[in-house]
């Protein structure tokens, strides 16, 4: 526990930033249980999640028989030269633990440790949208991915939706009811959620137009401009304001949902969050931390065990990736949350 605690304190909320209090010891008046704010919508970041898992690893990790059984999976592999390339559809893997034995977990978690995750906003991959709970037709076993995914499916669970559906029926206060109670002000205008000039739908557009929601530009992280349809952007121009078409949905700021206005927010500078989505991040991991008598800043056990026996909680899950696979560490990112 200590090991995990470490980790999340220590490298996992970082890279996120989210940036704590400094610790003033065990608070038995803390109450340390998850709020439901934080279960229901705040700890929500669906939008981050690929449709894929994409790795690279040595191509003699596996036999030819291994190879067959992943294509036959819906696994696209690609070699090139002695190492291979595996793009693992998000539904293949899902309920799928078997998978794991035959990719290999070494391999399996440096991909993820190696690859950037999408930006935490209102977009949410199709994958999980479209794929993730489905329906299927009949005889469609090359439905895994692309635009032909409509016609895949008698029916289909959008991940999106249910994260909204999520707080109605836990009896979520709406977005703005939710920033009032974590201290911030409200909005008075769909602009002001989002950080748009504009909550109007340009000439030729409308919440009933798809070509609303065309991209007119990408930039990757570096802000090049990237080729539309290409994987490497990370900030997008859209043909139409997210404003608007919040404006269309919901009509009045009273009514947003909170899920929904909390991932339509801009991002503080520094941090994966809008102004509400880190508030209830800070609030709740303070809570738990300080609300925890076995916290390990607060364990003085730690320190014996460390001095008696050798054994350290103070890890990185680098070096436990590392001391678990056959990945040596130096191949990994010291901080595995950092894509680099």
């Not at 029916?155 to 009811?177: C, F, K, T, W």
């Not at 800043?297 to 054994?311: K, M, Q, T, V, Y």
């Amino acid at each position: 526990i200590a090991e995990q605690q470490y980790i999340t304190y220590r490298e996992f909320l970082p890279a996120m930033g989210v940036n704590l209090p400094r610790y003033q010891g065990y608070n038995p008046f803390r109450n340390a249980n998850l709020g439901n704010e934080f279960a229901t919508v705040g700890y929500r970041a669906h939008s981050q999640i690929h449709g894929e898992f994409e790795l690279e690893t040595d191509l003699d990790r596996y036999t030819q028989a291994d190879l067959d059984a992943m294509r036959a999976q819906g696994i696209e592999i690609a070699i090139v030269g002695d190492e291979v390339e595996l793009a693992i559809p998000l539904n293949v893997a899902f309920f799928n633990p078997n998978l794991l034995n035959r990719v290999q977990l070494g391999p399996m978690l440096q991909g993820i440790g190696l690859e950037s995750q999408y930006k935490n906003e209102e977009q949410i991959d199709n994958q999980l949208r479209s794929v993730l709970f489905q329906i299927p037709v009949p005889g469609n076993p090359e439905c895994l991915d692309g635009p032909t995914l409509p016609q895949c499916f008698r029916g289909v669970v959008d991940l999106g939706a249910i994260d909204i559906e999520r707080g109605r029926d836990h009896g979520m206060p709406s977005y703005n009811q939710l920033r009032r109670a974590y201290g911030l002000p409200a909005r008075t205008s769909f602009a002001a959620i989002t950080g748009e000039a504009s909550e109007a739908f340009p000439p030729g557009t409308g919440i009933n137009n798809p070509n609303s929601l065309d991209f007119t530009s990408l930039t990757d992280i570096n802000g090049n401009p990237v080729p539309i349809g290409e994987d490497d952007a990370v900030t997008f121009t859209r043909r139409s304001p997210l404003a608007a078409r919040l404006k269309a949905i919901y009509g009045s700021v009273d009514k947003v949902d909170a899920f929904a206005g909390m991932v339509a927010e801009p991002h503080v500078a520094g941090s994966e969050f809008g102004e509400l989505q880190l508030a209830i991040w800070t609030k709740q991991f303070a809570a738990l931390r300080d609300g925890d008598r076995f916290y390990f800043e607060n364990d003085p056990s730690l320190s014996f065990i460390r001095h008696a026996f050798g054994i350290d909680y103070r890890h990185s899950l680098a070096e436990i990736i590392a001391a678990n696979t056959d990945i040596p560490l130096s191949d990994l990112n010291p901080n595995v949350f950092l894509a680099g």
